[in-house]
C-alpha cells in the first residue's frame, strides 16, 4: 500500500502506531486504574469457630461461634492515598508526553532530511540537463572551430559525475525513508504529500528565548515527582494515627435439659471495638527524613536539567541563526555565479567560447546550492530542537 502523507499526518500515524507509545499509554491507565484500588477498605474478615468440648454456662452450653469484623483507617487516610497515587498517574503522563514530543521530533527530522535529499535530487538533475545543453554548443563550436573534442570530453565526465551523485543521493534517499518507516512503525510506502527544495524566507523573524522552558514537560516532570514525594509524606504522616476496628461475635448456645433457668438457651451477640496504635514510630520518622531528602535531591536534579536545557536551546538558536547567515550568504553566491555564467554565454557571441571556465563556474553554483539546502536543512532541524525545548503545544 502506498500513502502520501504531510508532516503533521506523519507525526500522528507514528504516535497512534509506535509500540513505546503504547506502552506509556497503558502505564498510565494502569496507575489510574490503582487509584481505585488505594481507595478501597481493607478486606472484611469472617470467623467460624466450633466447640470440640463444649464450654458450660449458667444458661447452656455454647455450641460454635461466628464472628465478623472490619478495619477502618483513620480519618482522611484513604483520600491520603487516592492523592497520592493520582500524583503517580500525573507522572506516567508526563513521561507519555515526554516520549511523545521526542517522537515527534524524530520524526519531523527524518522528514526535513528526506526533503532536503529531494531538492539536492531536483538541483543535480537541473544541471545535468545544463550540461547535455553545453554539451550540444560545445560540439556545434568543434564544427566551426571555437572549441575541441578536449571540451566535449570534459563535458561528458562532468555529467557523469553527477549521474553518479545522483545514484548516491537514491541510495541515502532509501536509507532515510527506512528510518522513517521505522519511526512510523509501517510496512507502508511512503511518498510525501508537499516535497520541495528547502529554503528559508528572508524576512523571518528569530526571537526565541528561554522563557518557556519552565513549562517543558521534562521540567514539570520533576515537579509531579517532588508532589507525589509530598503525598507520599501526608499517607506517611496519617499511618502515625490509630486504625479503628469494628466487629461483631455471635455464639450460639444450646438449651439445658437438664433443669430450667431464665434466658435458657439464649444466645451471646457480643459488638466489638479494636484500636491498632503504633507506639513505636521509629519507621515513621525514618520515612519523613527520606522523603525529605528525596525532595531535595529532586530539586537539585531539576537545576541541573534545566541548566542544561538552557545551555541545548542557546546553542540551537545560536545554530539556527548560523545557517541563515549561511543561507543568505549561498544565495548571493549563486546569484553571482548566475551573471558569470551570462557573461561567459554572450562572450560565445564574439569570440571562443571557454568551456573550462564554463564548466568550473557550474561546478561553483551546484556547490552553492547543494550548501545552501544544507544551510536550510539545519535551519530546519534546528527549528525543530527550539520548538521541542520551547514550545508549550
Do not use: C
Amino acid at each position: 500500500m502506498t500513502f502520501s502523507q504531510s508532516l503533521d499526518s506523519l507525526i500522528k500515524i507514528a504516535i497512534d502506531n509506535n509500540p513505546e507509545i503504547q506502552q506509556l499509554q497503558l502505564q498510565y491507565e494502569i496507575s489510574n486504574e490503582k487509584i481505585n484500588e488505594v481507595g478501597s477498605l481493607s478486606n472484611t474478615e469472617f470467623g467460624v469457630g466450633y466447640f470440640v468440648s463444649e464450654p458450660e454456662t449458667r444458661t447452656g452450653p455454647q455450641t460454635f461461634k461466628l464472628s465478623v469484623k472490619q478495619m477502618f483507617p483513620w480519618f482522611g487516610t484513604l483520600t491520603a492515598r487516592e492523592n497520592y497515587q493520582n500524583s503517580l498517574a500525573d507522572v506516567e503522563f508526563e513521561n507519555l508526553s515526554i516520549a511523545k514530543r521526542k517522537l515527534a521530533l524524530s520524526v519531523a527530522k527524518s522528514y526535513y532530511k528526506l526533503n532536503a535529499i529531494y531538492g539536492k535530487q531536483v538541483i543535480t538533475d537541473k544541471n545535468i540537463t545544463l550540461l547535455q545543453t553545453y554539451e550540444e554548443l560545445a560540439l556545434n563550436a568543434v564544427e566551426i572551430d571555437k572549441a575541441s573534442l578536449v571540451d566535449v570530453l570534459k563535458i561528458k565526465m562532468r555529467q557523469n559525475e553527477l549521474i553518479g551523485e545522483i545514484q548516491v543521493l537514491v541510495e541515502n534517499y532509501k536509507g532515510e525513508l527506512a528510518t522513517l518507516q521505522q519511526l512510523l512503525n509501517t510496512s507502508d510506502t511512503i511518498t510525501l504529500r508537499d516535497y520541495k527544495v528547502l529554503s528559508i524566507p528572508s524576512d523571518i523573524v528569530l526571537n526565541e528565548t528561554t522563557d518557556s522552558l519552565q513549562l517543558h514537560p521534562e521540567l514539570i516532570k520533576y515537579d509531579k515527582l517532588y508532589k507525589s514525594v509530598s503525598q507520599s509524606e501526608v499517607v506517611n504522616q496519617k499511618g502515625k494515627n490509630p486504625i479503628i476496628g469494628v466487629g461483631l461475635d455471635y455464639i450460639n448456645v444450646a438449651e439445658r435439659t437438664d433443669m430450667y433457668v431464665t434466658d435458657n438457651g439464649k444466645d451471646i451477640v457480643m459488638p466489638m471495638v479494636t484500636l491498632s496504635i503504633p507506639v513505636f514510630n521509629k519507621s515513621y520518622k525514618s520515612k519523613s527524613k527520606q522523603h525529605q531528602l528525596a525532595q531535595e535531591k529532586l530539586l537539585a536534579a531539576k537545576q541541573e536539567r534545566y541548566n542544561q536545557l538552557v545551555a541545548v536551546l542557546k546553542q540551537n538558536i545560536a545554530n539556527r541563526n548560523a545557517a541563515k547567515i549561511k543561507f543568505e550568504t549561498q544565495t548571493k553566491n549563486i546569484d553571482q555565479a548566475d551573471k558569470t555564467e551570462k557573461i561567459l554565454m554572450k562572450s560565445y557571441e564574439t569570440n571562443t567560447l571557454k568551456f573550462n571556465d564554463l564548466i568550473d563556474v557550474q561546478e561553483l553554483k551546484l556547490k552553492f546550492q547543494l550548501m545552501q539546502i544544507d544551510a536550510a536543512l539545519s535551519y530546519y532541524l534546528q527549528t525543530i530542537n527550539i520548538h521541542y525545548l520551547s514550545n508549550n503545544a
